[in-house]
């Protein structure tokens, strides 16, 4: 018997509520960027073990502003933490939603892969009393196995 992980039946007006949520999220947050990944390979990253350094250093510059030279953006850098610290919640809810999506659909698409084989593995089998060696080549295409070209000695 195949696997039925999970069982959806999404309407249309559904799939726009989610769209249009997703959207109406992403047009209350303008500023946010794009980056190639290339750009953010460059970057020094803030991650959990640096965020107290970081908060620490801003918080002694802060209160001691007479060794902060005139090219260092304090006020700058206190804007940036404190918009990372607003968007922390939002990333942690869209992760979480992205999360779910991927875990469904990859349910969805083995439930489906599931059938498939098991119904190939029907056709295989009675397909030719039935008239179905045709379709059967085709489907079985897709297990084509691609031969290894043998290295010519020199």
């Given at each position: 018997m195949a696997q039925n992980i999970v069982s959806l039946d999404f309407t249309d007006e559904q799939i726009a509520g989610a769209v249009a949520g997703v959207q109406q999220?992403?047009?209350?947050?303008?500023?946010l960027i794009g980056m190639e990944s290339g750009d953010r390979r460059g970057l020094t990253l803030l991650g959990p073990r640096?965020?107290?350094?970081?908060?620490?250093?801003?918080?002694?510059?802060?209160?001691?502003?007479?060794?902060?030279p005139a090219s260092l953006n304090l006020a700058e850098a206190q804007a940036d933490l404190t918009a990372l610290d607003k968007l922390a919640p939002v990333l942690e809810q869209l992760q979480r939603l992205t999360t779910q999506v991927e875990d469904t659909v990859a349910a969805l698409g083995s439930d489906v892969m599931s059938v498939a084989l098991e119904g190939y593995a029907h056709i295989k089998l009675s397909g030719a009393a039935h008239g179905l060696d045709d379709l059967r080549k085709e489907l079985g295409t897709r297990f084509a196995k691609t031969r290894r070209k043998v290295a010519e000695p020199a």
């Amino acid at each position: 018997m195949a696997q039925n992980i999970v069982s959806l039946d999404f309407t249309d007006e559904q799939i726009a509520g989610a769209v249009a949520g997703v959207q109406q999220a992403s047009s209350s947050l303008p500023g946010l960027i794009g980056m190639e990944s290339g750009d953010r390979r460059g970057l020094t990253l803030l991650g959990p073990r640096s965020q107290a350094f970081a908060r620490q250093a801003l918080r002694v510059l802060e209160q001691n502003p007479h060794i902060v030279p005139a090219s260092l953006n304090l006020a700058e850098a206190q804007a940036d933490l404190t918009a990372l610290d607003k968007l922390a919640p939002v990333l942690e809810q869209l992760q979480r939603l992205t999360t779910q999506v991927e875990d469904t659909v990859a349910a969805l698409g083995s439930d489906v892969m599931s059938v498939a084989l098991e119904g190939y593995a029907h056709i295989k089998l009675s397909g030719a009393a039935h008239g179905l060696d045709d379709l059967r080549k085709e489907l079985g295409t897709r297990f084509a196995k691609t031969r290894r070209k043998v290295a010519e000695p020199a």
